[in-house]
């Protein structure tokens, strides 16, 4: 499978952005460690869910017309802007309770939306009808191997740019899909790198069954500042966790608004609060970094600036 | 004086970022412009004037012991670290108005602040007497021609570092040393790109003076959300303006806003009010810039997160 995300590296390259790695000299004096972020905020459509939906939709075979999904965040986006590279019609079903903005942005990049009651029943109802409909091929957010692939290509470019080998990469976990992806790149490319996944204590799912060996629900209603990853895992982006990750850990929602507003007023960047779940699990000494050269992926930079993270 | 700029380059570069370049395809199919946005907000202090101060205090003679300067903004926190670098003590002479934060940040590199009153003659009498008390030497933050110099090294990177020859460059313009500095550089550099400078409607001492050929002073108060341009320019600063400045124009507080915003949004970075300045006047079709590649200095990054500059 490393193959494929191999494969991924150079199907995506014309399309997304090879994004930076930015540096804090005082956040590695005060952690004593090298903190490499890569600014997937700065990626095309906002965030590394383009990555996933790019690689899907060009390995798609000939023929397809039309792409569909269900997402209240960035895949939506990431998936409208992919099908558009291709002249492809994209169908989203999104939850009516999903931020104006997230619906716009998908609106912005050719989307057709269909908006549904806010349970994942009537999400997959309709995705389910306008798969039926329109001939459509689904693109799921995470569950998918294209996808998982595409993910993978953040880490590539994280190990090979950064200024040494890496002795650890940080990584948010919502469904699975980036860790995945993380996990596999990792094992090819810097296979004595540990990876390590971050979850909110308020939606551990993935700690939980990184604990009991067996994939657990997540427990509702998910009350979490950090929105991208209030998903649970798939069985397959669970699979890959167990065999792979060196530990999942859990940080308090302080210690995520704390490391949030650290990220913005040290590195000068907008991110979302799912991004700052690495920082919060190094602050809160979840995780030991002292000497250590870590590689964090920021995941996103698509917030409502109509209100700070940390005034809501 | 552009020897000088060539030697600043090379006497700060140890000491400072070679800050990146980005770029918003949304915003270039909306301007139709390719806009390069030189991201001083990323450099060390969290602003340009790292640039001018490191220069000017690494210019220095030998013996020099201790510097001082009067600032409310970000060249207070940047002499501090600059002298720092040498290993000299740092005297700030702020203002009682000043924000916590600008304090707290020169205090963080090391250097002792004096509180006076808010007047500029306050300010004067204070630095006077620390100079005479400290034999401290005066880094004044624009009317200097090291600061100046050490300032034009920024356009020197934004010129080679873009993917072609500029035609344009748009600078914000307060006491002038960026500016100065950005004219004598593209001068050099790319004779054949306009320089214009922007100010506030509010603060429009540089375009008076621009177009009456005589020093203007502000018009006080002063009241602009551009807190880093609210300053007059200087007889030397005004000279080289007059001299190479393709046009000064200004800007609405509205849309100064609106511009900084725009570029929270779509670049996914942390700006001051200040920076918006050049894309505010593209914004408002002050200058035009249509099939142009327009290179802009975004100056810097010290805002107070407390709050959003469009919700103030």
């Known amino acids: 499978m490393i193959a494929d995300v191999e494969e991924a590296c150079g199907r995506i390259a014309p399309h997304v952005h090879r994004t930076p790695i930015l540096r804090s000299r005082s956040l590695d004096r005060q952690t004593g460690a090298e903190l490499l972020f890569k600014c997937e905020n700065f990626q095309k459509t906002g965030s590394f869910k383009a990555r996933g939906a790019t690689n899907a939709v060009l390995a798609l075979p000939s023929g397809v017309r039309a792409v569909a999904t269900h997402s209240s965040g960035n895949h939506a986006a990431a998936l409208a802007h992919a099908a558009a590279l291709r002249g492809l019609a994209a169908h989203v079903v999104m939850p009516e309770t999903a931020a104006a903005a997230k619906r716009a942005a998908a609106e912005a990049y050719g989307a057709t939306i269909v908006s549904c009651a806010p349970t994942l029943a009537a999400r997959e109802e309709a995705a389910g009808r306008i798969v039926a409909e329109t001939g459509a091929t689904l693109v799921p957010p995470f569950d998918d191997p294209a996808v998982v692939a595409g993910q993978g290509t953040a880490a590539v470019e994280l190990i090979a740019d950064a200024p040494g080998p890496l002795d650890l990469l940080l990584v948010p976990v919502g469904g699975g899909g980036l860790l995945a992806g993380t996990l596999i790149a990792t094992a090819a490319h810097a296979p004595r790198a540990a990876v390590i996944g971050v979850e909110p204590e308020t939606a551990d799912d993935a700690a939980r069954g990184f604990r009991t060996r067996m994939l657990q629900p997540q427990v509702l209603p998910v009350t ?89």
């Open 224 to 312: 979490t500042i950090a929105d991208g990853v209030t998903t649970a895992m798939s069985p397959m982006t669970f699979e890959i966790m167990c065999w792979l990750a060196r530990d999942i850990v859990t940080v308090s929602e302080a210690a995520i608004v704390a490391a949030t507003r650290t990220i913005w007023e040290r590195l000068k960047i907008v991110v979302e609060p799912s991004c700052a779940l690495p920082l919060a699990a190094i602050l809160e000494r979840k995780v030991d970094v002292a000497g250590r050269r870590v590689g964090i992926i920021l995941t996103g930079g698509n917030v409502d600036l109509d209100r700070l993270p940390w005034n809501s």
